[in-house]
């Protein structure tokens, strides 16, 4: 069965249709691509054919190019990656510049047939830079209708002309928002942003785009870039309000991103320098960019953990063989910020809820924290009042366990306390039925150790959201000794339900996401003892991509919870504890007072509204800094090796059982520096060897736990790579 398909209707409008069999979204693939070309031709060609109309077979238009498609064509072009992927893009340009110009003389701009696109739901990616080649975009008002172009959230831009078109039509400022910051919009945002010409009903949407194309003149199918005169939007580069334009965007650029993601650069660049140069010159420049950031490691790495992984990762690439276990009803105890969250999530994907909680005050409140949520979507037009009665009228607020008698899940999130989880535990079992799966919310607590409080420990498993639950995407499943095949499949099928990414994990302290991120919270806070100025750590840790820098996280989650952690490790590891020197610090900071952003004091200074303002002067006073200070990538190797030896340790005992939780969980967990790939995807980009040879560096200078682990040396010596050894067969540079 082809992806598109041709059919001319009795008042000549040809219609190609596009509907990829197996699929329920749309994808490009080189295949389908050569369809539409044969398609335009047959259309451009035929006398009866007046017009022509795009449009899908599915309820959405295009989610964009299969990025399996670029994997492909790099493995079967020898040694010549660059140029069969250049062919390749310009191909994509002669076929959409051939739908854009559809027959119009070259001389006169007559003659040419009108092509509109009728856009049913969602577009993103290629299937966006397809409507915007056509003459004139016609989209469904659905309500769950997104269109956009959001490559540069998985490490590209838009290369098939999104991005010389788009900048074009409305300027280099106006297009920043959908260019950069990869920005999906409903219909009527898309109208006004000028990525689509007309929002219709979604059943007239055919009949008005058919109607537009049988009623269009030459001059409405005429590009403003093929008319003689037309000039950029906003000033062209060597305009005086142009120049100003393309300075503060460089500015914004290299603010938000620090430098370390190649595609916003290439995008901006392409931008530019296509404007100084005419169309067809500038889908040139355009395609050399963008084969320029296919070939860079960093983007190769983004494209495979944000897409390929996350989305096997969500799809249940690692679920056991279980029956279906949707969840129906779930039971939630605990109606704190987590278990609100939780509440929140559940009920919002559609799951009946029990939130309990020992008083019906606090059960409430919880339940006004969903309300909360929903009256902010409310003001920002993305919920109705009807769905937030919806919502709100799936959460069962009470203190009454035996309203837990019909649920198929329960998920405990009370205080972190083994004693306190155990005793709400066995009271919730005491009522609920006797297959429910019972997950614990934990960070820290072992889960076989919570695992004792119930009867069947193979029903036990641990779910570790994030905070905030309502926003943060990664949930952390952690099987315990005894867990069952059923419980992990419940917990995955109940994570795809909420349209969250899970990564499941073994019982160990910290599990993954905790036992990486403390590290590098410790090496931060263990420089500030050594006389490291903490503007150079923090500054050092964002110009590496991370989201923030150590001491501002301390500060957000909490010193005094920094402590507590601390002591309760010092007291498990005895003699083998390995961070006095943190301790000394922290410790001294919440007998000061300073407990992070809790109490406006910490590592930082605030004002009496909570905002931060700067780094807190105290601490120079204490720890008093170097005259000789290291240099930033010193700083920066510290930070990272810290989370990423970690992971490599984690993937060694049995924690990690599959890389690609580690990677997606660590940008999605704690922002492990998005341009990397994740730790696995950096030290395949560095390379094993060069990863040891640093690991050797900083253990001589800072001291054992940046020794390489035994996996990384044996992988060295054999020139292995991570993705290439436990991947998919994708090294590094495969996308």
Known sequence: MSDFHYDVDSDGVAVITWDAPDKSMNTLTREAMELVDGFLDKALADEAVKGIVITSGKKDFAGGMDLNVLARIREESGDQPAQALFDFTMNGHRVLRKLERAGLDPKTNKGGKPVACAIPGTSAGIGTEIALACHRRFMADAPKARIG?????????PGAGGTT?????????????????????DPKAARSASLVDEVVAPDELMAKAKEWVLSAKDADIVKPWDQKGWKMPGGAPYHPQGFMTFVGASAMVNGKTQGVYPAAKALLSAVYEGALVPFDTALRIEARYFVGVLMNPSSSAMIRSLFLNKTALEKGANRPEAPDQTVRKVGVLGAGMMGAGIAYVSANAGIDVVLIDQKQEAADTGKAHAEGILDKGIKRKKVTEEKKAEVLGRINATTEYEALSDCDLIVEAVFEDTGVKAEVTKAALAKAP?????????STLPITELAKAADTPDQFIGIHFFSPVDKMNLVEIIKGRQTGDRAVAKALDFVRQIRKTPIVVNDARFFYANRCIIPYINEGVRMVKEGVTPALIENAAKQVGMPLGPLQLVDETSIELGVKIAKATRAAMGDAYP???VDEVLFWMADEGRLGRKSNAGFYAYDEAGKRVELWPGLAERYAPLDDQPAVTDVQHRLLFAQVLEAVRALEDGVLEDIREGDVGAILGWGFAPWSGGPFGWLDILGAQRAVDLC????AAHGPRFTAPDLLREMARKGETFYGRFGTGQDAAAA
């Open 579 to 581: 961070d006095e020197a």
């Open 149 to 157: 172009l959001p490559e540069i959230m998985v490490g590209l831009f």
């Open 165 to 185: 078109r788009y900048s074009r039509m409305v300027g280099a400022m106006a297009a920043s928002p959908v260019l950069l910051e990869g920005k999906m919009m």
């Open 434 to 442: 006797s297959d429910v799966i019972f997950a614990t919310n934990t």
């Open 696 to 699: 050797d560096g900083l253990a």
